[in-house]
Nanobody, 125 residues
Framework: QVQLVESGGGLVQAGGSLRLSCAAS????????VGWFRQAPGKEREFVAT????????YYADSVKGRFTISRDNAKNTVYLQMSSLKPEDTAVYYC??????????????????WGQGTQVTVSS
């Protein structure tokens, strides 16, 4: 059974930083793409960042490019999202998602078959 557990969320002031973690079990992690998505109240869940299973290629939403960095540690079955220069509009529940050996579009929610429960990130102004 695949499990994804997010951690690291919290309350931070604008301009601050947080590092989210996504710990995975029950899948061949090194051959899985892992993405981060977020959902603010009243809004659709949106793509944030992803790291592929082929060459660890990374992709980012324009809104976070240059501020967020996604990375993975296959030995720990964990993906990280380092978030810096946080803005109030980054406030949302952040979810990680995994897709085994996918060739799908990594920014699409439908590419991912496994999701975590989410972690709240709140950025105060």
């Amino acid at each position: 059974q695949v499990q994804l557990v997010e951690s690291g969320g919290g309350l931070v002031q604008a301009g601050g930083s947080l590092r989210l973690s996504c710990a995975a079990s029950g899948l061949t992690f090194s051959r899985s793409a892992v993405g981060w998505f977020r959902q603010a109240p009243g809004k659709e869940r949106e793509f944030v960042a992803t790291i592929s299973w082929i060459g660890d290629t990374t992709y980012y939403a324009d809104s976070v490019k240059g501020r967020f960095t996604i990375s993975r540690d296959n030995a720990k079955n964990t993906v990280y999202l380092q978030m810096s220069s946080l803005k109030p509009e980054d406030t949302a529940v952040y979810y990680c998602a995994a897709a085994y050996q996918t060739l799908g579009v990594l920014s699409r929610k439908s590419t991912y078959g496994n999701w975590g429960q989410g972690t709240q990130v709140t950025v105060s102004s």
